[in-house]
């Protein structure tokens, strides 16, 4: 498999489900300014949509949209685990998860990056963003990860969402349960080893 990335962009969440999946990949770095791969390439040629994360199957196909890469991940690798079995209700609940993120944080973060909107509409977003975290930090209670004890694919994505609030200095200090859980992610073996590959996190 080969994933196409920007460093830190959304694309580390499929990044971090590769690992935790033990799953073969060759990692493609794109500039989503220019729209270029690293070796000069037209990205546009290879995923017209312009966007990362973008997984060209083993078959040639290739796969966009970060929560249906995650969950094509997981079903690739069912001995880890990393999502419920098909059809089973626990596994709408991981949709559910993976749903609020990609439509309630992903998007909603979107603003904060373009330095053309203004201060007070950034201020909007931010306030709104901080909402939907208190609302997570409440189901987080007394739960190790989304689906409580065990990790899926849904809690690399929300880390690396995590990781954009700090990006843009969100005080998420108030929110106990979720600062606890970011760092249990953080700690993970194969979340250290994507951030590593993708230069965001020191090699010891």
Not at 2 to 12: D, H, Q, R, T
Not at 17 to 26: N, P, R, S
Not at 95 to 110: G, P
Not at 174 to 199: D, F, H, S, T
Request: neutral net charge; proline residues 6%.
């Amino acid at each position: 498999m080969k994933l196409y990335y920007a460093p830190g962009a959304c694309s580390l969440s499929p990044h971090i489900a590769l690992h935790e999946a033990g799953l073969a990949h060759e990692l493609v770095k794109v500039d989503l300014r220019a729209k270029k791969t690293e070796s000069g390439g037209d990205f546009t040629e290879i995923n017209p949509k312009g966007q990362v994360p973008a997984l060209e199957l083993d078959n040639g196909e290739l796969l966009t949209e970060g929560p249906v890469i995650l969950q094509m991940i997981a079903d690739t690798a069912t001995d880890k685990h990393l999502a419920p079995p098909a059809g089973s209700s626990e596994r709408y609940r991981l949709q559910e998860w993976l749903n609020f993120i990609t439509t309630e944080l992903h998007k909603n973060f979107s603003p904060l990056f373009q330095p053309v909107i203004p201060d007070d509409v950034k201020t909007f977003f931010k306030d709104r963003l901080m909402g939907k975290f208190k609302y997570i930090d409440g189901k987080l209670a007394g739960h190790d990860y989304l689906m409580g004890k065990a990790f899926t694919v849904a809690d690399g994505y929300l880390f690396v969402m995590l990781s954009w609030a700090d990006r843009m200095n969100f005080d998420l200090s108030g929110l106990p349960n979720l600062v606890a859980y970011k760092a249990r992610i953080a700690a993970r073996p194969n979340v250290q080893a994507a951030l590593k590959m993708e230069g965001l996190l020191k090699a010891a």
